[in-house]
């Protein structure tokens, strides 16, 4: 059930390129399925394969990574297919907020949905944030959603997020189905006056 | 400076489509400030609701209204051998979950074999079931698709799904509104699909996000009902959740007669209604791009974004020519697609040629693709593995009827059942190793395809097809104004 999320803590992973899409989070193979149970292993799993043929290492094979809460991204994260799969695979992974310079909409959304706060910081202090991550790997990275500001080793940056889900995770309401439910005797009303619902009388 | 348009309430659009049909759903504001919005249709498949179904019995709800949503099952579904159960274990999984929970919830479930199975896209168009002015939700991001009928319809996720089902509404914030206004037609040879790649390539992926697109001028409303479909398909490829088009005589033509459109007296109310619902002469954005459709060529994408693209007769496009912050990105799709910066895009060699999908599944598509056929004259290189998706049952039956099945097979393609198949790589046809693919689909992203290495060139299903013939990227006009160019080589 709902509950409030005022500030996040924990260690940081960072997730570094633009237009990085939900296929790249979870690849669709692991679309088949009728839970979300168990993705978090999948998350990023084709890129990790890549870099690992090429010698390299994800941040999420990363051992000085695992544990992290906070995902730092860029721009367009998570841009594509609207599987909430994606933020699923994230969060189960262990992922607890992401701060990037912006989302697609539809990923964003699914984010609120689940209480995954996803804060909007600018291009130049999303790769500061991913550089200290990287320097320190066990700094502590706070974001505090009520002030929308993000400390890390001493440092402070200014985020975003919108007044609607900001207020959302303030107040526990980040999970709407409770409220739109309270609504249904409203959407009933509606319902009965929509012109294509009533013969367009 | 804002990093994104702010996402609460701040957009000054007026008197347009969107904001008429936002108007229309919007129920009540919600203590978070975003707005209650009736959904007036709800499409389902078996990827994105098996866990929202599963979250309504978790708490005990039940579905507001079954009669408002549809569902049918495509993305996993094969495209060769459809007998159940189905050779993948997960994929008979999901198949059967739907089935149960459409039964239990009492929702309409267009089956393989029901004449009105397909890519839920394509099917609740040809069923009439999206008309003008209203709200439209699905689990899938290419709901955009809808908008073509003057709807305002949005990609969700499952606990959005799982929203609508319980209370046939959603919380959400207004969108800004975008005009995309397309001056001039386009020429002989060149495609909706061409268009939209072009106006991606000037808006890029992530250019829309926070707004809603209309596209209008004539070079949209010049275009069939199914052009306008694949434009409004991969506005969510530009970042817009939604694209849509105002609707004229010629949606109003195209929903006559179908199953769940009104009839007598019924349609020309309905017809007034459409009509109300337009952007009115004095509607007023929040931006405007303008755009020449006569302008536009035969586009081919060459990374691993779908604003990654260019002109058939251009060469792939030189890191310095973005911004500093996108050129990592290009430097890792030249290395991915394995091409150089400076090489033509016309005469690379390809391997799997795809007709189908959401974006390009429709029989006029199907059709385009057979006329490229029948006047190139040729096999399928042998290189070359081709095959043909009708995007549904009716797609299927309609495109049988006229013999385009027997044109597709004679020529080497294969002629497939009704389904996603390669769009995506949830179904048995994928790619294999580095395979580079030319598709009639929207997304070349890594991995797409189903081959975690495999490649993917989006075009028209004319370029895919004379593609296939030719065995490397072709220019199509050198087929349809004469063959003044050689194949292979760019116009």
């Known amino acids: ?113 689940m209480g995954l706060p996803a804060v909007r910081v600018s291009q130049a202090d999303s790769e500061a944030l991913q550089s200290i991550i990287e320097a320190d790997p066990k700094a502590e990275v706070i974001l505090d959603i009520e002030v929308l500001k993000v400390s890390v080793a001493g440092k402070t940056f200014a985020c975003q997020l919108g007044d609607g889900p900001r207020k959302q995770f303030l107040n526990g309401s980040w999970d709407a189905l409770g409220e739109l439910v309270e609504g249904l005797p409203q959407v009933k009303a509606k319902a009965a006056k929509l012109p294509y619902l009533n013969a367009f009388g | ?54 979250w309504l019995r978790e708490r005990k709800l039940t579905v507001a209204f079954p009669e408002r949503s549809v569902a049918t099952v495509d993305h996993i579904v094969p495209t060769e051998n459809q007998a159940r159960p189905y050779a993948d274990g997960l994929a008979e999984d999901m198949m059967q979950a739907i089935e149960r929970n459409c039964r239990e919830f009492g929702i309409r479930l267009y089956q393989p074999g029901s004449g009105k199975q397909g890519v839920v896209h394509i099917v609740a168009p040809e069923q009439g079931l999206t008309q003008p002015g209203m709200t439209v939700a699905c689990g899938d991001s290419h709901t955009a698709t809808h908008g073509a009928f003057g709807a305002i319809a949005f990609g969700i996720g499952t606990s959005q799904v799982r929203d609508v089902l319980a209370t046939q509404t959603m919380s959400m914030s207004r969108m800004k509104v975008r005009k995309i206004d397309v001056k001039g037609r386009l020429k002989p040879g060149v495609t909706a699909k061409d268009l939209i790649l072009h106006i991606l390539r000037v808006l890029s992926a992530k250019g829309g996000v926070g707004f809603a697109y209309e596209f209008a001028g004539e070079g949209i409303m010049s275009l069939s009902m199914e052009e306008r479909m694949t434009i409004c398909n991969m506005a969510i490829e530009g970042g817009a959740r939604c694209g849509y088009i105002n609707p004229d005589q010629v949606t109003f033509d195209y929903l006559k007669g179908r ?233």
């Open chain 2, 1 to 54: 400076m804002p990093i994104l348009p702010p996402l609460d309430g701040s957009h000054m659009s007026r008197n347009t489509l969107f904001d008429k049909v936002w108007d229309l759903h919007a129920i009540r504001t919600l203590p978070s400030g975003q707005s209650q919005l009736f959904i007036g249709l709800h499409m389902i498949h078996e990827v994105t609701s098996p866990q929202a179904f599963a």
């Open chain 2, 259 to 491: 199953e769940f459109a009104p009839t007598g007296a019924a349609f020309d109310k309905a017809v007034a209604f459409w009509k109300s619902i337009a952007s009115s002469p004095d509607a007023e954005f929040d931006d405007v791009k303008t755009f020449d459709a006569s302008a536009v060529e035969p586009t081919v994408t060459w990374g691993i974004s779908p604003d990654q693209g260019i002109a058939v007769g251009e060469k792939i496009p030189a890191k310095e020519s973005f911004a500093a912050s996108e050129q990592p990105g290009i430097e890792e799709a030249y290395a991915y697609m394995g091409f150089k910066p400076g090489q033509p895009i016309a005469g690379t060699s390809i391997d799997v040629a795809f007709i189908g999908s959401c974006t390009n599944g429709r029989i006029s598509d199907l059709r385009a693709a057979a006329e490229v056929i029948k006047k190139h004259g040729g096999m399928v290189k042998a290189s070359v593995k081709a095959f043909v998706v009708p995007g549904s049952e009716a797609v299927k039956k309609a495109a049988e009827a006229e013999g385009l099945h027997e044109v597709f097979r004679a020529h080497g393609f294969e002629w497939r059942e009704a389904g996603c198949s390669m769009c995506l790589a949830m179904n048995p046809d994928k790619l294999k190793g580095k395979q580079l693919s030319m598709s009639t689909s929207n997304r070349n992203f890594k991995g797409r395809q189903g081959s975690p290495e495999g490649r993917t060139l989006l075009a028209s299903p004319a370029m895919v097809a004379i593609a296939a013939l030719e065995g490397v990227v072709t220019d199509v006009r050198s087929l349809l104004e004469g063959g003044s160019v050689p194949p292979g080589r760019a116009g």
């Open chain 1, 1 to 113: 059930m709902p509950s409030i999320i005022k500030t996040i803590s924990g260690r940081g992973i960072p997730v570094r390129g633009n237009d990085i899409d939900t296929d790249r989070i979870i690849p669709a193979r692991y679309l088949r399925c009728v839970t979300f149970d168990g993705l978090g292993a999948y998350a990023f799993e084709d890129d990790r394969a890549q870099l690992k043929a090429q010698g390299k290492l994800h941040s999420f094979d990363d051992a000085r990574f695992a544990g992290a809460k906070v995902l730092v991204a860029n721009a367009n994260f998570g841009c594509g297919s609207s599987r909430e799969h994606a933020p699923q695979a994230i969060a189960r992974w262990g992922v607890q907020a992401i701060i990037a310079v912006s989302y697609s909409e539809i990923f964003h959304g699914n984010c609120v949905a």
